[in-house]
């Protein structure tokens, strides 16, 4: 029988023959944690008396969560992590640099990676056919110091999409339907694998958003092929040598098939407070808001940036609404400096954040006040994510929350656009 | 070897149970000060929680059930979820279902996570659970619940009280 694109991966990373509902034991090429998770991780790596990480080069710190710290405590929660990056010889990224999965995705995820980290959505880095997934601190601690960890093999959806967007429509948009179709529990310990024709016209950028928000239905990962798209995207960021063609085999048993047709989507959006309480935005009318806030790992890209600021280049916020963006990596606000998105977005009257999580979880960067209304691009809108239970967050993508940000209430970015 | 068995009162709560309704982002702050986060657990979604499991445990008749309804600890990856509950006194949680990294962390800390049709079981009820055979007797209705099994790798780890005391006792992951 043929094997899924999770039974494939995890077969040749536990040397046996994968089949969905064993239980195995895998090798780890990459494990992460950051800086609210990472303090416990350490902890508990000490605890259990290890002192040497199974794969230094292969093992990352990163501090994006408060970055820079807002408090004594997490400031001090950074130093603990500094210097366990200097006793062990892993890798770190300190604050100023960027989100750990865009980094992830930029500089080490490659197709048939096993990739565990101590943040739910590790699942990102399957845009590029990695089995990449989040863990607690335990289980991340046990995989710095054993290199390998046990996994269910889970069963698998199978996503197909077909057609194309249509205007004003994006990867966000996709996701949001489908979690709005799966429910957030719908694919709990399971795989979602994407296919169809309409994959050979998507981007990176656009398989890492939605790949991003398949632990919103629940999925352990979320997984792309590897494919021409994931050759270039590997070239381009100097590992060409790593890509190898990955894809499901045929006569592969999937659980559930769903197919979904581009074409017919129009822009979506999360509503109050669950991720998959999902609606079009043409069904939500006239609703208020404070706070646009436009990144995080879902939709902090070059591509995300480059549709905000063609809608706001030449225009401004409402004067109601306060507009966050906020670009996922060093790397992305350089080129978005360079082709001029900055500008705009600036001259639209725009707050730029440092490259990191900024205001996605609460912590620092646009906490929000009692009763106001946020439209994010990020990936959660559970009540009290953004620092406030009494505040409303809705999410879309980032033309909607630039079109919004300009009329001051959730719009739908087709008149933009 | 004798059955594990936990008698206690069921606390019940809801779908959806979020990691953030559990332990807020805004408390980060404290997550290298355990006790102290501890003192948030649910605060914004459920104000009373606190109390009453400390309220059971001063009772002295067994310890704090957490009863949820399906998707308990969707979201983060945050283990400081399951590690507050457990230090506000609760001994065991049962749940229609349990997102999966949730579910995996509440193990790992060695706090009982059983999967059973928690509509059979109303606030307050008194409970007998049998964590070896997975069997949840409700002492107030006079049902008996089975539980969902757990993969043979997870059961050992909740026998030995969590992953890192399983991991200083073997040295390894044994299938």
């Known amino acids: 029988m043929g094997k899924t694109l999770a039974e494939k ?65 997490l400031s001090n929660d950074h130093i603990l992590l500094r210097r366990f990056a200097e006793e062990t010889g892993c ?53 710095l110091a054993l290199g390998k960890t046990w996994f269910r093999v889970p069963e698998s959806f199978l996503i197909e999409l077909n057609g194309a967007f249509p205007r004003g429509v994006y990867a966000k948009d996709l996701v949001l339907y489908l979690i709005g179709q799966i429910g957030a529990d719908g694919a709990n310990y399971k795989a979602l694998e994407f296919a169809g024709e309409a994959l050979a016209r998507m981007t990176m950028s656009q398989r890492l958003t939605i790949a991003n928000m398949a632990v919103e239905a629940g999925a352990k990962v979320g997984l792309f092929p590897g494919d021409k798209i994931t050759r270039d995207f590997l070239r381009e960021h100097g590992r060409g040598g790593r890509y190898k063609l990955l894809y499901p085999d045929a006569g592969a048993n999937y659980e ?22 999902v609606r079009s935005v043409t069904q939500v009318k006239r609703v208020k808001i404070q706070q646009a806030f436009i990144g995080t790992c879902t939709n902090g890209r070059l591509e995300d940036l480059a549709v905000a600021a063609e809608i706001l280049k030449g225009k401004k916020r409402h004067p109601g609404t306060r507009l966050l963006i906020a670009p996922a990596s060093r790397q992305v606000l350089i080129r978005a400096i360079e082709k001029g998105y900055i500008q705009s977005l600036i001259e639209a009257g725009a707050i730029i954040l440092p490259p990191g999580c900024t205001a996605c979880l609460g912590l620092h960067q646009g906490v929000l006040g009692d009763g106001e209304v946020c439209l994010s691009t990020a990936n959660r809108n559970f009540k009290g994510r953004m620092g406030n239970p009494e505040a409303m967050i809705y999410l879309a993508s980032p033309a909607t929350a630039a079109a919004s940000a300009i009329k001051g209430e959730i719009t739908d970015p087709r008149e933009f656009v | 070897m004798p059955d594990l068995v936990l008698k206690g009162k069921a606390i019940k709560l809801w779908d959806n149970i979020s990691t953030d309704d559990i332990i807020p982002g805004r408390f980060a702050h404290l997550r290298s000060n355990l006790p102290e986060l501890a003192k948030h657990v649910l605060e914004d979604a459920a104000p009373e929680f606190a109390s009453r499991v400390s309220a059971l445990s001063a009772e002295g008749k067994g310890q704090a059930i957490l009863v949820a309804g399906k998707n308990l600890g969707l979201g983060s990856s945050r283990e400081h979820a399951p590690v507050v509950i457990k230090m506000s006194g609760v001994g065991a949680i049962l749940a229609k279902s349990a997102a999966r990294i949730f579910f995996r962390n509440a193990i790992n800390q060695g706090l009982p996570v059983l999967l059973c049709d928690t509509d059979k079981i109303g606030d307050g009820d008194e409970l007998e659970i049998n964590l070896t055979g997975g069997k949840v007797a409700n002492l107030t209705s006079g049902i008996t619940l089975s539980c969902g099994k757990m993969p043979p790798i997870m059961s050992a780890i909740l026998k030995e009280g969590g992953l890192i005391p399983y991991i200083q006792k073997h040295k390894d992951f044994k299938l």
Not at chain 1, 106 to 122: K, L, M, Q, R, Y
Not at chain 1, 256 to 277: F, G, K, T, W
Request: charged residues 15%; glycine residues 8%.
């Open chain 1, 256 to 277: 559930r098939v769903i197919p979904v047709n581009l074409s017919q989507l129009e822009p979506m959006l999360s509503l109050p407070h669950a991720v998959d309480n």
């Open chain 1, 91 to 143: 890798r770190i990224y300190d604050v100023g640099e960027g989100i750990c999965h865009q980094l992830v995705a930029e500089n080490f995820a490659n197709p048939g990676d096993v990739i565990v980290g101590a943040d739910s959505h590790t699942v990102t880095a399957g845009a590029l056919g990695a089995f990449a997934t989040g863990m607690g601190s335990s289980d991340v601690a046990v995989a």
């Open chain 1, 9 to 73: 991966i995890l077969s040749l990373k536990s040397h046996s023959k994968a089949e969905a509902g064993d239980v195995v034991i895998a090798d780890v090429d990459l494990a992460f944690v950051q800086d609210t998770t990472g303090p416990l991780t350490i902890r508990q790596f000490k605890e259990s008396g290890f002192e040497a990480l199974a794969k230094p080069q292969q093992t990352i710190i990163f501090l994006d969560h408060a970055a820079p710290s807002p408090a004594q405590q």
